[in-house]
């Protein structure tokens, strides 16, 4: 009787042993249906409603912000537009909220606990007779995403137009730019509670070359500057990348060249990192606006890999801002071969570290 039952159980535990081989099977060309839907490419997402170039923009807490710049019209841009980040990272309606105080352009942002940071750029008549400005504005992001009212804090040491920021911890730092020279110095600052700075400190390490709407970015305690902008005839734009790394105390380490270089020296390009990727795309070389984009990896002791190029945008730009979050990144606004853009492309990082996008399903 005993094998009567263990004969009956056979034909039973037979179907669900094909049933579990089919569920898994299933799930397998699932996952490779999901990974085949990588496309490299970039997304086009919705555009921002005043076209700017030499802006600045970041992101924070499910928020994406565009500040500054000259319009259209050649007109600098007060207005400062946000839109929500969708949790697929497509860009909700853009809205307006609370004017900066102060037109300006080639200026650099940041947002931090809650404040979110206009800083340095250039005022009065375009051209020559264009003057880089010192001072910084803060407003308080509010939980919707709008801002209050905008409020002048601790100023830099110099003005600084075409300078770039990165944040560390609870520190802000301003690198390069131009005053009447093109600039080696760096300077740093600390930010209290209250969102009010504390005062500017020139640091003692000077970059090696001295940089001029050039790129930068910042990978755990590592800061990295790419390219620029160099007075001369014959080459107008570095492919050189330099790296320092911050301590502690937030002071930064002797600037060193890195072995590797840019595979298109340019300049008023931008810089970001993801993961372990260093990456500039955009700009200028001197002759054409570039839409073509670069990579390169982080070592673990902060130096940088060979470069190499990724999906290029789909339009050419230079005066670009860039914002990164949860692992995608947004290119706004900037100038293009024909107009001034409020156009904004946006893409994710891939394994090895291409840009692309996935298709036909919600991350």
Known sequence: MKTDKQNYHWPFLFVVLLAIIAVFSLKTKHDESEKERFKLGWNSEAAFNVPRRALAATAYNNHLYVLGGISDQNHYVRTVEYAKIHSDGSLGQWQQTTMLNEGRFYLAAAAVNGYLYAIGGAKGSLGESNIPVATVE???????????????????????????????????????????????????????????????????????????????????????????????????????????????????????????????????????????????????????????????????????????????????????????YNNRVYVLGGISQNSVLNRVESAIQATGGNLGNFSGFTQ
């Open 138 to 324: 803060k407003a308080k992001i509010n939980l919707d995403g709008s801002l209050g009212q905008w409020q002048l804090t601790q100023t830099l040491t110099t003005p600084r137009r075409g300078l770039t920021i990165n944040q560390h911890r609870n520190y802000l730092y301003a690198l390069g730019g131009y005053n009447g020279i093109f600039l080696h110095s760096i300077e740093y600052t600390s930010i209290n509670a209250d969102g009010t700075l504390n005062e500017w400190q020139l640091s003692p390490q000077q970059s090696q070359v001295d940089r001029y709407i050039h790129s930068s970015a910042i990978s755990n305690n590592h800061l990295y500057l790419l390219a620029g902008h160099m007075k001369n005839d014959q080459t107008v734009s570095y492919g050189d990348v330099e790296s320092s790394k911050i301590s502690n105390s937030g002071e930064i380490s002797p600037w060193r060249i890195e072995n590797t270089a840019l595979l298109t020296p340019r300049f008023i390009a931008s810089a970001f990192t993801l993961g372990k990727y260093l990456y500039i795309l955009a700009g200028h070389d001197g002759a054409n606006r570039l839409g073509s984009v670069e990579f390169a990896p982080l070592e673990s002791d902060g130096s940088v890999g060979k470069w190499q190029y990724t999906t290029p945008l789909t339009t050419p730009r230079s005066g670009t801002a860039t914002a990164t």
